[in-house]
């Protein structure tokens, strides 16, 4: 039996150190002679950040890992040393178990030129896992199909078998469309949309982002202050597993005015909203997963590798995702639906959890095919 074990941990590093190879080169455009911090924290599995190093170091770059406390909700800001740390680093990696995405430190990094990669998940699976091996190829074409979709709706229509109906407005792709740029190429590349690269200009900084947990996924909505419906939730965030009784939000112009489901659930949001202000209920975006073969993992509290399913959505209250960083509470709470159906104007996008550029678009097609992969 301890050598089935030993032989097992064998083959899951082998397979983290791919995950590895397609999280720091084909996502993360590591280059040998640049400067490379690991940001992690006290509760994050310091495995990944030991294939990570060995990733970086292989090609040649200059490695720094800063080990920080873990913060107490997501989203909450490092300490100014580890600011000014990213800030002088060509890329960050930040394997932790709260995630600091939507914080004032990456936005402060990014302007800096620094390029940064989340890495939120439970554990060294999900790096070793299929969905983390999957070809950034075809993350690529896919998010370019998604995400020109979306920039020429006009609308938004999210349903749900547990009664989810609500509805936005995009007003303004350039603002309100966040999170492509940084899974249609390498980050720090310039990220275009559609054929015409004049309809869809250069969008700076924002392509120097990008999350990468056990897949990589994220196409996201700024839906301003023109959501209006109800959202019910499979799970929340900071807390593990499937909800019993789903969280139900009631969203008016752009805000939840109240919070339903369990007495737990509906408390830690009412202290949210009293620890952090009002703007703290702002909707802050409508984000789907992309990487058909990422595990709908939930039994860590972040639930950050089913948000980059294919088809799964996550959709955030406090922190707004536009470029200008319009509401800005200090806080982001991600939720998640697993299988919604997302409608841009009148075309489906998502059929109760299916992304359907998958099953329907024959480029992708040809590419799942090209390496040998059945969804």
Same mark, same amino acid.
């Given at each position: ?28 455009? &590591? ?60 890329? &960050? ?227 707004? &995702?536009?470029?200008?960083?319009? &509401? ?22 998502v059929d109760r959890g299916k992304l359907m550029v998958y099953y329907e678009d024959p480029d992708i097609l040809a590419l799942l095919k090209k390496h040998n992969i059945k969804l």
């Amino acid at each position: 039996m301890e050598t089935i074990i030993r032989e097992e941990s064998v083959f899951r590093i082998m397979d983290a150190m791919q995950g590895a190879k397609v999280c720091c080169i084909d996502y993360g455009n &590591v280059k040998k002679g640049e400067k490379v911090l690991i940001l992690t924290d006290t509760k994050a599995d310091q495995r990944k950040t030991e294939v990570v190093a060995c990733v970086c170091r292989e090609v040649g770059a200059e490695v720094i890992i800063i080990v920080m406390e873990v913060r107490e909700l997501p989203n909450q800001e490092p300490p100014r040393a580890v600011v000014e740390t990213m800030k002088a680093s060509d890329i &960050v990696f930040a394997n932790l178990f709260y995630t600091v995405s939507h914080t004032n430190a990456r936005f402060e990094a990014m302007k800096a030129g620094t390029r940064y990669m989340g890495m939120y998940d439970s554990s060294i699976d999900a790096l070793a896992s299929e969905g983390a091996r999957f070809p950034a190829e075809i993350i690529f074409a896919v998010t370019k199909k998604v995400a020109e979709q979306w920039w020429n709706g006009k609308t938004i229509h999210i349903t749900c078998d547990k009664g989810t109906d609500i509805r936005a407005k995009i007003t303004d792709p350039a603002n309100n469309l966040a999170g492509w740029e940084g899974c249609c190429c390498p980050l720090g590349e310039k990220p275009y949309l559609g054929k015409d690269k004049e309809n869809f200009p250069e969008v700076g900084y924002r392509g120097l982002f990008g999350n990468f947990a056990g897949g990589f996924g994220v196409v996201g909505m700024w839906p301003n202050w023109t959501a209006e419906g109800v959202i019910y939730f499979d799970c929340a965030h900071t807390f593990p597993g499937r909800l019993k009784t789903p969280v139900k939000y009631t969203v008016e112009k752009g805000r939840v005015v109240k919070f339903e489901g369990d007495p737990e659930q509906v408390r830690f949001y009412e202290r949210i909203l009293e620890r952090f202000g009002p703007n703290a209920a702002h909707l802050a975006e409508f984000m789907i997963g992309l990487d058909p073969k990422a595990r709908i993992y939930l039994d860590d509290p972040t639930h950050m590798e089913a948000h980059r399913h294919a088809g799964c959505l996550h959709c955030a209250i406090g922190q707004s &995702v536009d470029a200008k960083r319009s &509401v800005s509470p200090g806080i982001h709470l991600d939720n998640l639906i697993i299988e919604p159906t997302i409608k841009i104007d009148n075309q489906i996008c998502v059929d109760r959890g299916k992304l359907m550029v998958y099953y329907e678009d024959p480029d992708i097609l040809a590419l799942l095919k090209k390496h040998n992969i059945k969804l």
